[in-house]
């Protein structure tokens, strides 16, 4: 509180309070928490260029700067190829999820059909059900239709995903039906209002949904560890893990790989910046 002093004209002074903007205060307070989330980043971007015996002295700049970690992590490992095994089974989820999930978003919001609002029901409380509790299941679904240690087996199972179905259906609940109403009227199907219609209303929506998804199947660890042990198919995450041994941790490696898989999503972040708040604020998410 800021306390001023007024003087009438009669001489007589008045005290007035002033209450201080909390502004500040939450302007100090989100530069704490930005601190406090880049610094970990930072940690890791700058510990990547420290020999192993370094890497673990506390230290925000490293003495001994080295590239042979980066050396190492492309020419003793196929890295590259687990970079490309991440990078390829994110984006074929991603377009698949949103190709099938928007179908299925647009029945469910304006297709008139028996049992509708149960079935919307029972994918909305698969969002109650984590995912260790499946994984077994899973397994023995994927064993036995043959999907183990195959692209398919990584990529079929992470296709489907309440969240994204949730969302497109509530974003297309408020989409106007003149629209619609007026495309039937000139003789469009519901395949064609869908695609002609619904699909470029659906941009900002779809562009935040492609990247949460293409970021949570990038970092994906459980599932593909899992259903792979062909070394052909290990992605970027199980690669970082394989330089952790039973007996020993060799975090210069580990740091310098986990620097190299994370410099795509920055780089994706900060370019798509922009485009993602205005999705995020455009598709209603809270």
Request: positive net charge; hydrophobic residues 55%.
């Amino acid at each position: 509180m800021v306390s001023d002093t007024l003087t009438t004209g009669d001489g007589t002074r008045t005290g007035r309070r002033r209450t201080r903007s909390p502004r500040a205060g939450l302007t100090a307070l989100a530069v704490v928490l930005s601190v406090i989330s880049v610094l970990p980043v930072l940690w890791m971007l700058t510990s990547s260029f420290k020999t192993r015996e370094t890497v673990t002295d506390g230290k925000l700049i490293p003495t001994d700067f080295t590239f042979d970690n980066f050396v190492y992590v492309f020419t003793e490992v196929p890295f590259a190829r687990y970079l490309w095994n991440s990078f390829f089974i994110s984006a074929v989820i991603t377009i698949a999820a949103l190709f099938f999930h928007s179908m299925a978003a647009y029945a469910l919001a304006r297709l008139r059909f028996p049992g509708r609002e149960k079935l919307f029901g029972v994918i909305f409380a698969t969002l109650l059900v984590t995912a260790p509790v499946v994984l077994i299941p899973l397994f023995m679904v994927a064993r036995e239709l043959g999907l183990l240690d195959s692209y398919a087996g990584l990529i079929i199972p992470a296709v489907f995903n309440a969240f994204g179905i949730f969302l497109l259906r509530q974003f297309y609940l408020g989409l106007p039906k003149e629209l619609e109403e007026a495309a039937v009227i000139d003789g469009c199907g519901h395949w064609r209002v869908y695609w002609n219609i619904v699909l470029p209303m659906s941009r900002p929506i779809l562009s935040a949904l492609a990247i949460f998804f293409f970021l949570a199947n990038w970092n994906a660890f459980v599932w593909p560890l899992v259903a792979t042990s062909d070394q052909d198919l290990t992605v970027v995450q199980l690669g970082i893990a394989s330089f952790q041994t039973q007996y020993t941790s060799n975090w210069n490696y580990i740091l310098a790989a986990a620097t190299v898989a994370a410099l795509p999503m920055l780089i994706l972040f900060f370019v798509f910046q922009r485009q993602i708040v205005e999705s995020v604020k455009t598709s209603g998410i809270k």
